[in-house]
């Protein structure tokens, strides 16, 4: 009797913390015709020419851009080549890396957990990750040998500090430091993607030993944060992380084609990551990570970079964050949550036109006065491998490009892109 009492209150508590019914209904993306959103179809006939021009001219070997308005898909087509080499075109399903536009799923799912009353977000993280408790700011290195000094740290890293990339923690091989990069690779810190049997917790363990770049709080530099929430995730949900995004975020979104490790029946929907070779295409490889670890199978759930998706599933994402924090009759957040996600969250750290919030770079009044960028309050970021997305809460209105590149490429279509959805609006 008393395990079937345990049992039932395991179960009851399963239930407090699944995905809750909403009064609102949002239905899912579905396609319309784009008059009836107050987007003019001539207009969007001038982003796919220029999508055409920029394959046709050999300046981006393929992509996929999706635009939606109020909830509808107005804009969605392939262009180009999927993988140059074996002669396959691009598919509107087509699978790719998005990279860092996974941090602000891996943010959504911190706020959910916070949502349940299970931190603060001013808590520090070494209350829930102890290793971070004796935090080091780099004093002197040695370039010889890549040695080093710290000095302890005043404040300890919060969760809002890992969110809005102000803990001071660094990015390993993308480090705007070659300090920290040689730091990070002396200790085998992995950065992002990796196919070896290696655990979140076991990088982060490490990654918390190492020095900051600054007083925490005190300066924004692009950093592994959301990685650690990853971990942060697995320790106060009790769940491997990829399972916890699998349940509470893509499942109840519908967003089938979103994994950190692709099932096998949908390997050959990923996309190749391109270089351009002379005048030629090639397949990307590099001995600093497997290129192909999407269809490699894992265990490393990189936070920060680790997911692959396609524009309908990111758009998906991006909707229910235009619907408050609502899609399908599910309530992810609720809309004052949404409100603080999208609000500035690091003060005056930068200056200009953009602001940053939860894992969101925000448009604020002078980005928005200046054109081109979207009204005040949208909000974007995009990806390492060459993908882009923004939303515009006020005109309720989406943009996705993506496309699977490095090395030097003469690609404009990101601000391009940008740029003339907003100026297709008619209404």
């Given amino acids: 009797m008393k395990r079937l009492f345990q049992l039932s209150l395991v179960l009851f508590s399963l239930c407090l913390t699944a995905q809750t019914n909403s009064i609102k209904n949002s239905p899912a993306l579905i396609a319309a015709n784009p008059s009836s959103q107050g987007m003019s179809p001539e207009r969007l006939d001038r982003i796919d020419l220029m999508l055409k021009n920029e394959i046709s001219k050999d300046n981006l070997p393929g992509a996929v851009a999706l635009i939606a308005r109020n909830g509808k898909v107005v804009f969605h087509e392939a262009y180009g080549m999927a993988n140059s080499e074996k002669g396959k075109e691009m598919e509107k399903d087509a699978i790719f890396r998005i990279a860092s536009q996974t941090k602000a799923i891996t943010a959504t799912a911190v706020m959910i957990l916070w949502e349940e009353g299970k931190f603060k977000l001013d808590d520090p993280i070494s209350k829930y990750i102890p290793q971070f408790e004796a935090a080091q700011i780099l004093d002197t290195f040695n370039e010889a040998d890549s040695t080093y000094t710290t000095k302890p740290a005043e404040n300890q890293i919060t969760i809002r500090d890992l969110i809005t990339h102000t803990s001071g923690i660094g990015y390993g091989m993308i480090d705007g ?250 209404d």
């Fill in 177 to 426: 430091d070659e300090r920290f990069r040689k730091i990070y690779a002396k200790a085998g810190i992995i950065d992002a993607f990796t196919s070896k049997k290696i655990l979140i917790g076991d990088n982060i363990k490490k990654l918390a030993t190492l020095p900051l770049h600054h007083e925490p709080g005190e300066a924004w530099t692009y950093s592994e944060g959301l990685d650690v929430l990853g971990y942060l995730i697995e320790i106060v949900s009790g769940m491997p992380f990829d399972e916890f995004l699998s349940t509470r975020i893509f499942e109840p979104l519908q967003m089938n084609d979103t994994y950190f490790y692709l099932p096998k029946e949908k390997a050959d929907r990923l996309v190749s990551v391109q270089y351009k070779d002379g005048n030629k295409w090639k397949n990307f490889s590099t001995p600093v990570f497997e290129i192909d670890y999407p269809n490699s199978g894992g265990t490393f759930f990189s936070g920060g970079a680790g997911l692959s998706s396609t524009a309908k599933d990111y758009a998906t994402f991006l909707q229910m964050y235009l619907n408050g924090g609502e899609l399908n009759g599910k309530r992810l957040l609720s809309r004052t949550t949404v409100y603080s996600i999208l609000s500035n969250q690091i003060g005056t750290i930068w200056d200009g036109g953009k602001d940053y919030g939860l894992a969101f770079e925000i448009v604020n009044e002078k980005g928005a006065m200046s054109g081109g960028e979207g009204s005040e309050g949208t909000f974007s970021w995009g990806g390492y491998f060459n993908t882009q997305y923004f939303a515009d809460p006020q005109e309720n209105i989406i943009g996705i490009i993506m496309k699977q590149t490095q090395g030097p490429v003469n690609d404009y279509t990101g601000w391009k892109f940008r740029q003339m959805v907003f100026t297709a609006i008619d």
